[in-house]
């Protein structure tokens, strides 16, 4: 009776956060209203692939980003790292590494980078460069810990730092992610909750924000007073998440359907962003002897991405597992992105 209790809750939670996605459509939009646009850039080819729908399916070190309770499953040393070559020559890393405490623990590690290659200073003077450069980047750095309260119940939680630079500017805050995953034991299926980068504000400060001015004209002796301009401060891109994933098919008893040696999973997850629309993700993951897994994925209420595609090898030898995933997506007017990950077990 629990299991169902859980299902019909998660159930009636995915159909109404349909239900304002088709309503948000027409509403005016929130987008510019938060900083650290790169904490919502997705990580790890396989989650890229399914879409961003995996909230109740991470049990890899990618786990920190998308629900950290879900690390607290990994019974060995594992380590993940992706690569994205995002838009205009910029690159997004991430990298995480996770250790097993005890038999129903983890602690976690991970850092994620967005830079660009330094840029010479033009202006209407120097059109063709003032011999100055610039750059900006983001980096999050986090630990995570995560326990299993029972057999089926997991939470986690991920503490980090962020910051954000941009030439001689930077600002820098604190946020916590928070999440819990749940085995209902009714035909596999799974549920996860996360809510992410609730945290304090970004407030850009340095030393290109000192201006003289003169508070008083008419006095000569107080011209050229060093002052500061003032920025405003800005919030993190909090959300909140809903995801239920189960086996289709699978060798398991519970399946729906057992097929030996074939699995099909389904993966949905609703999203409730600060400053953006409300929005479903979809994927669709198809293993083969547990090694070979083809995926594709579906967004919902985006601008520019809607489909996702991708492939994963993942192979077990002398008790160490290593996995390789690749995601495109597709972002219509703007150029295709590519997804590759790594992954390491010990």
């Not at 129903?104 to 660009?116: E, P």
């Amino acid at each position: 009776m629990f299991a169902k209790s859980i299902i019909r809750t998660a159930a009636i939670s995915l159909i109404l956060f349909c239900s304002v996605n088709v309503y948000a459509s027409g509403e005016t939009t929130k987008a510019g209203t938060s900083a650290a646009q790169f904490l919502k850039i997705g990580v790890g080819a396989r989650a890229q692939a399914l879409g961003g729908a995996f909230a109740a399916v991470s049990h890899d070190a990618s786990s920190i980003y998308w629900n950290p309770a879900g690390i607290a499953s990994i019974d060995e040393i594992t380590w993940s790292g992706s690569h994205t070559q995002w838009f205009a020559e910029i690159t997004h890393q991430f990298t995480a590494i996770v250790v097993p405490i005890s038999r129903r623990s983890a602690l976690g590690f991970s850092a994620t980078l967005l830079a660009m290659d330094e840029e010479e200073i033009t202006t209407i003077d120097q059109p063709s460069g003032t011999g100055l450069f610039w750059d900006a980047s983001d980096l999050a750095i986090g630990i995570s810990y995560a326990t299993q309260l029972t057999d089926r119940f997991s939470i986690g939680l991920t503490g980090k730092y962020i910051s954000q630079k941009i030439f001689n500017e930077s600002a820098s805050t604190y946020a916590l992610d928070v999440g819990t995953m749940l085995d209902t034991g009714f035909h596999g299926v799974v549920i996860g909750m996360s809510f992410t980068n609730f945290g304090g504000d970004l407030q850009l400060e340095g030393r290109d924000l000192i201006r003289a001015y003169d508070p008083n004209p008419a006095n000569s002796r107080n011209d050229d007073v060093d002052s500061r301009l003032h920025t405003e401060p800005w919030p993190l891109p909090v959300n909140f998440k809903v995801g239920v994933a189960l086996d289709l098919i699978g060798n398991e008893a519970d399946n729906f359907f057992q097929m030996k040696n074939h699995r099909l999973m389904l993966a949905m997850d609703a999203n409730h962003p600060n400053d953006a629309a409300e929005n479903m993700r979809f994927g669709l993951e198809y293993t083969l002897y547990d090694m070979i897994s083809f995926r594709g994925g579906y967004m919902t209420n985006d601008d520019l991405a809607q489909f996702t595609f991708g492939a994963g090898l993942d192979v077990d030898m002398n008790r160490k597992s290593f996995r390789i995933d690749y995601a495109l997506a597709s972002y219509g007017e703007l150029e295709n992105v590519n997804y590759i990950s790594f992954g390491f077990g010990f």
